[in-house]
């Protein structure tokens, strides 16, 4: 192991991930929108005034007339699929670190970070762990922080009833959806994106899980001849 | 999963291991290891994490090849030469077939890359069951299936598994990566001891289980998963991380822990048996492992990282210091069992 790489596992406790400085940034990143699907928002990433990442568009709810479509509304960016040698997948090992840090300026809409890890099997392709971040809308940048441990499992769209924390471990992709249902323009301009360990935070999962569906009672005080009923 | 229904698959993993060891025909062998694979299938997934559940579906197949493989075996076996004892098995293609599927089982080389992703999505309880208790079943067909003619196949994947052990390791940051590395390797020497006797794969074996279990259940109390964790938890919970250290220390096989007696006893077979090309590849891969065993090790017991002043102590030590420094006692007692163990194989 290289001396670098050993210092790195002994003192690191933040990863700046992308740093929006020029073009070069922005390719690392995909843009999409409903307009793939028949809808009529429009999405861009574009480099802003002052370097940084400027996330814009005009989002529209109206759904697309093919029979089949029922939801519409959306932009999001996500991040390319890091490769290895001979094209491999190669994913981000966040391990170390426990809350995503953000800066951005937003202009006061909802938006949602999207996390997708490396799948073996085809029922799991579309899993996203998602979290939401409000915008203030100012002139103010805002550092957002959100830990690893309130994203939350989404399949398809779908919360999933059966919630686990994020694999840090296998992290293929880090995304922005905007889908507040909201006809109008949005704008959102980044600063970077990076992940910090935070000591003090403990939590390891912020979603509670219960037992679904209904039970059978064990121990039920009815006699075996009983003459409630008679 | 109800609580009520785990003390049924333990039972049943049980079982499993007393019906291979009673059992001649291959049948009952083959039912024997099938019972105690299904009876763990649902304790991989107790948590229903997707990632356990992937871990636990890329297990099952690779369980249920190897029978298919091994029941293949047993139908050659019996159709050419009209025997059905596994013991009987020897030196023609359905000996081999078992004998490869309970490689694939065991996951030793070539067969050994679910082990890493497996172990990699499960929980350290349940993925150190698979690397200890889970190994029981298959080592005792093994045992039965050691033969003049297949022992230096064995031995050849023996000295691969210890070699390519140490050398999957060396890059990893992940804990549970690293330790089903180092079970590879481990794996290497104790078929390497069960080729030359039972007793001495019988003992590697234990010594294995001693001192794995200290390492994966402090690990879990630490919920360290990363290289980066362990560093840090030296200020939270400091008796742990010893325990963690001197757990890897041992695992390395260095004196006076407890590691280094079983592997001196593996070389001292092996010389004795004039194994030389054996011992020597079991010693070069053991040497590449230690690399990681004393990274991991100088991370839990010797640096200190920036963030880490600000961190207060763990307060709930008491019963755990008493039980931390009992187990750090017995990896400790490796120098003193040197004598009296040794002198029982003569």
Redesign the interface.
């Known amino acids: 192991?290289k001396r670098d790489d050993?210092e790195q596992?002994?003192?690191?406790?933040s990863r700046i991930l992308w740093k929006f400085r020029g073009p070069e940034d922005l390719d690392q990143w995909l843009v999409t929108s409903d307009k793939e699907m028949g809808g009529k928002s429009e999405a861009y990433l574009t480099l802003s005034e002052n370097n940084t990442a400027f996330f814009h568009g005009v989002t529209n709810i109206e759904v697309p007339k093919d029979g089949v479509t029922r939801y519409s509304g959306y932009a999001a960016m996500r991040s390319k699929q890091r490769k290895a040698a001979f094209n491999r997948r190669s994913q981000m090992?966040l391990?170390?670190f426990n809350i995503l840090n953000l800066r951005v300026r937003g202009d006061g809409r909802s938006y949602m970070i999207t996390l997708a890890p490396e799948?073996?099997?085809s029922s799991?392709w579309d899993?996203l762990w998602c979290y939401f971040f409000f915008t203030r809308g100012g002139p103010h940048w805002q550092d957002i922080q959100i830990p690893f441990s309130k994203f939350f499992?989404t399949s398809k769209g779908r919360v999933q009833d059966?919630q686990?924390?994020v694999?840090k471990?296998r992290i293929n992709t880090i995304g922005i959806t905007l889908g507040d249902k909201i006809n109008g323009p949005f704008e959102l301009e980044i600063d970077f994106m990076g992940v910090t360990?935070d000591?003090?935070h403990k939590e390891?999962f912020a979603y509670e899980q219960y037992y679904q569906g209904p039970r059978r009672k064990r121990f039920t005080k009815k006699p075996l001849l009983s003459t409630k009923d008679w | 999963m109800s609580p009520y229904i785990s003390p049924l698959f333990g039972l049943a993993m049980g079982s499993s291991v007393l019906l291979i060891s009673s059992s001649t025909h291959w049948v009952f062998v083959w039912l024997g290891l099938e019972l105690g694979t299904l009876a763990f299938i649902p304790m991989l997934a107790w948590w229903h994490s997707s990632l356990e559940v992937e871990a636990t579906v890329k297990y099952f197949i690779i369980q249920a090849m190897a029978a298919a493989v091994f029941f293949f075996g047993g139908l050659v076996m019996t159709s050419t030469e009209y025997i059905s004892g596994l013991s009987q098995f020897v030196g023609n293609f359905g000996e081999v077939l078992i004998m490869f599927s309970i490689i694939m089982k065991l996951g030793l080389v070539p067969f050994h890359y679910w082990v890493v992703d497996v172990v990699q999505g499960l929980n350290y309880l349940p993925g150190m069951v698979l690397l200890t208790w889970q190994k029981v079943p298959g080592l005792m067909v093994l045992v039965q299936l050691v033969s003049m003619q297949n022992g230096l196949i064995l031995l050849i994947f023996g000295a691969l598994s210890a070699f390519w052990g140490g050398l999957g390791g060396l890059g990893q940051t992940q804990m549970r990566k690293l330790l089903a590395f180092s079970s590879i390797a481990h794996l290497g020497w104790l078929v390497s001891g069960c080729v030359v006797g039972t007793m001495l794969g019988s003992m590697y074996f234990i010594l294995y289980v001693v001192l794995s279990i200290p390492v994966f259940v402090f690990l879990y109390i630490l919920n360290n998963t990363h290289l980066n964790q362990v560093r840090a938890s030296l200020v939270s919970n400091p008796v742990a991380a010893m325990v963690v250290g001197v757990g890897f220390l041992s695992l390395a096989g260095l004196p006076p822990f407890m590691g280094f007696f079983g592997k001196w006893l593996v070389l001292t077979w092996l010389l004795n048996n004039f194994l030389v090309g054996g011992a020597v590849a079991l010693v070069v891969g053991a040497l590449v492992s230690l690399f990681y065993y004393l990274r991991v090790s100088y991370m839990c017991m010797v640096i200190l990282g920036p963030q880490q002043i600000m961190v207060s102590l763990s307060w709930r030590k008491g019963f755990m210091g008493s039980l931390l420094g009992g187990l750090v006692v017995l990896n400790l007692l490796g120098l003193l069992l040197v004598g009296g163990i040794s002198s029982l194989s003569k």
């Open positions: 192991m050993l596992l002994m003192f690191e406790d090992d391990t170390p799948s073996y099997f799991q899993d499992l059966a686990s924390a694999p471990d360990m000591l003090t390891e």
